[in-house]
């Protein structure tokens, strides 16, 4: 367990600012709004995940606004980072609902980013309650056995496992993708198999989200 850790904190960084992104007046208000949390060392902006976004985008029927959360994702200091990817998220969905009450919200995140998603959603943050879907991809959270888990990976846990059951209330809106092997979502031994999920996985994604928000 301490050596996974250790290869996962070994990892090239990128520091970027924490600055919460301005939410748009209610009158831009869209039928659903993305929040995007990237994976670490990524970037700023959606990360690998984006050409999701992208689909959901390209076939939807409704009026959708995006954005990306802004926080450092980076490894060595992975606990602060994750940490305020959740504050920062927190903030994010809570402005977001507040000035758009009627947007259903999605919410997207790889890696980190999906560590960062499901702790929103595990704390029932204020506005979690206008999330329609959610996809969490190489998710560090994972647990086994929940409802909700897609891949091959359903039966192990990840390097920081939440408790048992804490996001099985949102069960019905998120697809959480993870496969054996993944040294980060499910304690494999194989970094390759973290890295393809927005790719293996991207149609069903896609597919899932459009069918939750109401195409």
Not at 6 to 27: D, K, M, N, R, Y
Not at 72 to 97: E, F, H, I, R
Not at 121 to 145: E, Q, W
């Amino acid at each position: 367990m301490v050596s996974f850790k250790a290869s996962f904190l070994a990892l090239a960084v990128l520091a970027v600012s924490t600055t919460a992104q301005p939410i748009s007046a209610a009158a831009d208000c869209a039928a659903v709004h993305i929040i995007t949390a990237r994976a670490s060392t990524e970037a700023p902006g959606e990360g690998i995940i984006g050409s999701v976004v992208n689909d959901i985008v390209s076939g939807r029927k409704q009026t959708v606004t995006r954005e990306a959360i802004v926080y450092p994702a980076t490894l060595t200091d992975y606990a602060n980072s994750q940490s305020k990817g959740v504050t920062a998220t927190k903030a994010q969905l809570a402005a977001k609902t507040s000035a758009c009450p009627n947007t259903k919200i999605v919410l997207m995140g790889y890696s980190q980013g999906a560590h960062v998603s499901g702790d929103v959603l595990a704390a029932k943050a204020p506005g979690t309650a206008k999330v329609a879907a959610a996809i969490l991809m190489g998710d560090p959270g994972h647990v086994r056995g929940e409802s909700f888990q897609k891949g091959s990976a359903n039966l192990l846990n990840g390097l920081f496992p939440r408790a048992s059951g804490a996001l099985e209330p949102f069960a019905a809106q998120i697809n959480s993708f993870c496969d054996i092997g993944d040294p980060f979502c499910a304690l494999g031994l194989d970094t390759a198999t973290h890295l393809p999920y927005a790719t293996k996985y991207g149609s069903a994604a896609t597919k899932f989200v459009l069918g939750r928000i109401g195409g």
